[in-house]
């Protein structure tokens, strides 16, 4: 698995709490997207070779949380080279001008375990299709597997 480098301060954002959501939809071969609370996830075409049912969380609490069911599921690049992405909106959360956003991969209890590599500008275009759930500003992470996803700086 490619995990990003730490670039921030190592502490998840804080932000209002959203409504809780919970999406459960059947992505496949084609590709497909998402959406659970201000949470896109993109899964790219071959990225799965057969259709799996999906599970996206976002409970309300003071972080931009989302959980990916069933855990450790995991994707081949595909098409596009990406695999599966994350895109968080963060117009509910207290950022900073100068904080540097990363999307990282958190235990239940919220401790960072890893973070995830940021969509490159083409990666982003691909997230761009889906700008109407994101809101005016987002963060993004590229998926390797599933489990629990925030944002840190």
Excluded at 12 to 34: M, N, R
Excluded at 86 to 97: I, S, Y
Aim: charged share 10%; aromatic share 8%.
């Amino acid at each position: 698995m490619l995990a990003a480098q730490r670039v921030g301060g190592g502490r998840l954002i804080a932000c209002t709490p959203l409504a809780y959501d919970s999406v459960t939809q059947v992505i496949g071969p084609a590709g497909g997207f998402l959406v659970a609370g201000g949470h896109v996830l993109v899964v790219d075409s071959l990225a799965l070779s057969s259709p799996v049912s999906i599970t996206a969380v976002a409970p309300s609490q003071s972080v931009n949380l989302v959980r990916f069911r069933p855990e450790g599921l995991k994707f081949k690049p595909g098409v596009h080279g990406i695999g599966a992405l994350v895109a968080t909106n963060l117009d509910n959360c207290n950022v900073h001008p100068n904080q540097v956003l990363q999307v990282v991969n958190v235990t239940d209890s919220l401790s960072i375990l890893t973070y995830l590599q940021a969509p490159t500008t083409a990666d982003s275009a691909v997230v761009v299709k889906y700008k109407t759930y994101l809101g005016s500003l987002w963060v993004g992470g590229l998926l390797h597997h599933f489990s629990n996803y925030a944002v840190a700086w």
